[in-house]
């Protein structure tokens, strides 16, 4: 059983990694030293945890058992694992326990996935209980900022947990249509489009270009 499950999590690691990657990388610019950062499941998340275990002075608050392990020996970032209930087949705790220990703190900022995005902004979760761990999540944390690759336009799930303008920021990869993402500029503070290693990134400032 354990090695189905850990074929299973790195099967969903290896899809589009190297859009997660550079996601990540755009993600990781705006995480500074003193900060508490919130971290949600999932592999994109993940991604931006790898990244992490060079910081300074970092707290990292989580759910997630995958990312704890990431940076359980990065000597400069603090791990505040969420307790809860641990989900079938995944490494993700959940359930009202998690719930309750979210309230006792507070964040710089949250870093969310998805399961899916629709043509009108919402934000799906395949799960009801983690989709209400990440409105708690939202609420407990300063700016909010989702991770989603193109692939995750036109997806949905069973439960709603959110729009695009619940964020403050928005870090996705070129294929992403310039056309849904100009729908929501109005909403997000930054867009941030994340290209390939080799690239140069394109960021949208929008309302107010003075934050971040």
Known sequence: ERMVFEFKYGARARVRRKEKQAIAREARKLVQPGQRVILDTGTTTWELAVLLRDCFDLTVITPSLAVASELQFAPGVQVVLLGGI?????????????????????????????????????????????????????????????????????????????????????????????????KFESGLERIIIAKPEHEQHDTRKLQNPGVG
């Open 86 to 182: 641990l989900k079938a087949g995944s490494p993700d705790l959940t359930g009202p326990l998690t719930d309750h220990c979210l309230e006792l703190f507070a964040a710089d900022w949250a870093f969310q996935g998805t399961e899916g995005i629709d043509l009108e902004g919402s934000v799906y979760n395949i799960d009801l209980q983690l989709g209400q761990i990440d409105r708690k999540m939202r609420r407990v944390a300063e700016r909010s900022c989702l991770l989603a690759d193109s692939s995750k336009l036109g997806r949905t799930g069973l439960y709603r947990n959110g729009n695009l303008r619940d964020f403050a920021y928005l870090i996705t990869d070129g294929e992403m249509p310039a056309g849904f993402l100009e």
